[in-house]
Structures are given as C-alpha cells and as structure tokens.
C-alpha cells in the first residue's frame, strides 16, 4: 500500500466522514436510549454478539486466506456508519433510532473492535507474525473518530443553520470519499483481483446476512417496521472506511483490507435491494392488515 494513501489519504478521509456524522448528532441523540431502552439493546446485541459469529462462520466455512479471515472479522467489529443514516431516511425506517444507534455504536466500537480483532489475529494467524492491535496506534485511529465528530456536534450547537447548510454537501462528500478510499484499497494491493474474487462471494454474502438479521431479529422482537429498517441499515452497513484504517494503519496490512473494500463496494447495491424489499414487505403488511 502507497504511504501517502495510508497516511494522508486515508485519515483525512475518515475526519470527514466523521465530521459530517457529527454534524447530524446531538447531545440529546446519547439521552435518547431511555426512550427506546429494547431497541437499542437488541440491535446493538446484533452488532456486538451475532455480526462476529457470522463473520467467523463464514470465514471458516469458505476457508479464506488468514489475512483476508482478519480483514473480514475487523469489517464485522466495526460500527454502522454514516451511509445507514442516509438509506433509512430513503426507505422510510426510523432516521431517529438510526442516529442514536450509530452514536453509541462508534463508542461502543472503542472497547468491542480492538477485542474482536486481537482475538482473530490469535485464532487466524501464527504468533510468529507479530500482528495485532497496536494500542498507540488505534488511539490514533479513533481520535480521527472522535475529534471530527465532536467537532461537527459542536459546529450543529454553535451554528445549526451553518450546519444544515453544510450536511447535504458533507454527506454527499462522504459518499465520494467512501468510493474513492475503496478504489485506493483495492489499487495499492498488488494481487487485488484475486484477492477480492476469494473474498467477494463471502463478503456480498456477509453483507446481505448484515441486512437481514438487522431487520429479522428486531421484527421477531416485536419492534415496529420503521425500527427494523432502521436496525437493519445499521446493522447492515458498516463503516468500511474504518475498518480500512484499522487494516490499513493499525495492522498495516493490505491482504487485509481486501474483505471491507469489496464490503464497500458491493453494499450499495445490496442496500438499494434490501430497501426496496423491505418496503415491499411493509405495503404487504398494510394491505393485508386493511379492513
């Protein structure tokens, strides 16, 4: 992987994913889990217990490579992002939860990411390779979290109208930022394409699972149909650009970074399917409930 991409490139782009976050984040957002205690804790349970069992299952059942298994499991400990919020609003979940969610999701990952990725290094690799989570560097990484997105609360309390002004073009610049980091992963690997053709099929598949088990496992719950489009956008749509800089920096390794930018490709279109099914399903409900 080029240094400048790494270095520059990379962080520069997660601040401003976070920054936009922050810019749609509230104090009151952190205060309203007292509002929607069982949501919160089944979707979140989603994150935290099921997405790295099913990512260690699928990595074990295709049998992929050591690095890219890692890759994948960071992809699985990493927080919804900001890309969840966006495709709630477009089919109609609740935005509300959705927010709250991907707050507290980012500090949770704080504690959750550098456990489940310590964790996978041992079972995946040979002690021998001297990886892990190397602590001064992930305080790094997450002050690149944290500081952008306290930075974009501050400007929204300070100066809401310059915020909501400045939401829609930082939104549309994480998009872009998002596309564009993916393809600087996926180039800076020298065997990219075979990587990512082992990678792909487990990956799409993780993704669709992501979606499905974050609207299921809330509908099963008892939650409302806003929710569970809500939990499953969160639960569905991770922030790779995270993930890559915890592969990226933190591991440095760029086998490893395969799993979460195929993961960034491939999870637009699955998200666009998902919504629509979704939708589909809730007008059925609709009907059929009609007198």
């Given at each position: 992987m080029e240094s400048s991409f790494a270095t520059v490139g990379l962080p520069i782009a997660l601040a401003v994913i976070m920054f936009g976050l922050g810019l749609s984040l509230s104090v009151a957002d952190f205060g309203r889990v007292a509002k929607n205690p069982r949501a919160v804790a089944i979707i979140l349970g989603c994150q935290v217990v099921l997405l790295p069992l099913i990512g260690f299952g699928l990595a074990i059942a295709f049998g992929l490579q050591p690095l890219l298994a890692v890759g994948l499991m960071t992809l699985a400990a990493a927080p919804g992002g900001t890309v969840a919020n966006l495709y709630s609003h477009l089919f109609h979940g609740d935005v509300a939860l959705n927010i709250t969610l991907t707050a507290l999701n980012s500090i949770l990952a704080l504690v959750t990411l550098p456990i489940v990725v310590n964790l996978s290094v041992a079972w995946f690799l040979d002690s021998a390779d001297n990886l892990g989570v190397q602590p001064t560097k992930m305080l790094q990484v997450f002050a690149l979290v944290l500081i952008p997105v306290a930075l974009g609360m501050f400007?929204?309390?300070?100066?809401?109208?310059?915020?909501?002004?400045?939401?829609?073009?930082?939104?549309?610049?994480?998009?872009?930022?998002?596309?564009?980091?993916?393809?600087?992963?996926?180039?800076?690997?020298?065997?990219?394409?075979?990587?990512?053709?082992?990678?792909?099929?487990?990956?799409?598949?993780?993704c669709a699972l992501s979606l499905t088990i974050g609207y299921v496992v809330p509908r099963l719950a008892g939650l409302s149909a806003a929710q569970c489009i809500a939990g499953g956008f969160e639960i569905g749509l991770h922030n790779a650009t995270l993930a890559l800089a915890v592969t990226l920096t933190v591991l440095d390794s760029s086998e490893m970074s395969v799993a979460p930018a195929v993961y960034g490709i491939v999870m637009f279109p699955l998200a666009i399917l998902f919504g629509v099914v979704v939708t589909r399903i809730g007008r059925i409900r609709t009907t059929a409930e009609a007198p």
């Open positions: 400007v929204r309390a300070r100066a809401s109208t310059v915020a909501a002004r400045a939401d829609r073009p930082v939104r549309i610049a994480s998009v872009v930022l998002i596309v564009v980091v993916v393809l600087g992963a996926l180039l800076g690997e020298d065997r990219a394409l075979e990587y990512a053709a082992e990678a792909g099929a487990v990956t799409a598949i993780f």
